[in-house]
Antibody
Framework: QVQLVESGGGVVQPGRSLRLSCAAS????????MHWVRQAPGKGLEWVAV????????YYAESVKGRFTISRDNSKNTLYLQMNSLRVEDTAVYYC???????????????WGQGTMVTVCS | QSVLTQPPSVSAAPGQRVTISCSGS????????VSWYQQLPGTAPKLLIF???KRPSGIPDRFSGSKSGTSATLGITGLQTGDEADYYC????????????FGAGTKVTVL
């Protein structure tokens, strides 16, 4: 079955780094663009970044630009989010999500993972 | 402050109908498809409506979407207790580069 499973979350101090992973299964991962979306405790959804199916195109939210890097390894069916210079305000559940159309970037998210919690505190 | 404006909450009795509005601008809703996502308590979001008014496989026809100009609406008929959740609209925005924007979410309460 189509599935996304995030991992790599945890507690980290401000200024440190963390790398999240999202393992995909049940579909042709290399054919779909992928997103990261986060949700701070008790807050709404915030889009973080998107990467095209081939990894050539990447877009970021202003709040993370220059600090976070989205990447993918299609041979491993895995999406990544490298988070550097972490801030307290980056504390959130991080979800990976699939774009619902083969080859497209600017469309809806049809499959979501269960999320991984990142806590930034001193 | 979200780019897309949703009411914080709506409520109705079981079996009734509710609508949730999502107001934006020409840089987002006015020129892009709108999606709606349902988030049940403690779970990940789930796609409810895409391309303004299309339902993914498995989503009952009690849920409907529409768009007019720079606003979109989600409708839920035959409200059930299992529909209690947060609902988010979302779309692409081109005003400051290319980015995806969500509304702040609307809490649906079944009385």
């Amino acid at each position: 079955q189509v599935q996304l499973v995030e991992s790599g979350g945890g507690v980290v101090q401000p200024g440190r780094s963390l790398r999240l992973s999202c393992a995909a299964s049940g579909f042709s991962f290399s054919s779909y663009a992928m997103h990261w979306v986060r949700q701070a405790p008790g807050k709404g959804l915030e889009w973080v970044a998107v990467i095209s199916y081939d990894g050539r195109n990447k877009y970021y939210a202003e709040s993370v630009k220059g600090r976070f890097t989205i990447s993918r390894d299609n041979s491993k069916n895995t999406l990544y989010l490298q988070m550097n210079s972490l801030r307290v305000e980056d504390t959130a559940v991080y979800y990976c999500a699939r774009v619902g159309f083969v080859g497209a970037i600017f469309r809806t998210f049809d499959i979501w993972g269960q999320g991984t919690m990142v806590t930034v505190c001193s | 402050q979200s780019v897309l404006t949703q009411p914080p909450s709506v409520s109705a009795a079981p079996g009734q109908r509710v609508t949730i509005s999502c107001s934006g601008s020409s840089s987002n809703i006015g020129n892009n498809y709108v999606s709606w996502y349902q988030q049940l308590p403690g779970t990940a979001p789930k796609l409810l409506i895409f391309d303004n008014n299309k339902r993914p496989s498995g989503i009952p026809d009690r849920f409907s979407g529409s768009k007019s100009g720079t606003s979109a609406t989600l409708g839920i008929t035959g409200l059930q207790t299992g529909d209690e959740a947060d609902y988010y609209c979302g779309t692409w925005d081109s005003s400051l580069g290319l980015l995806y924007v969500f509304g702040a979410g609307t809490k649906v309460t079944v009385l």
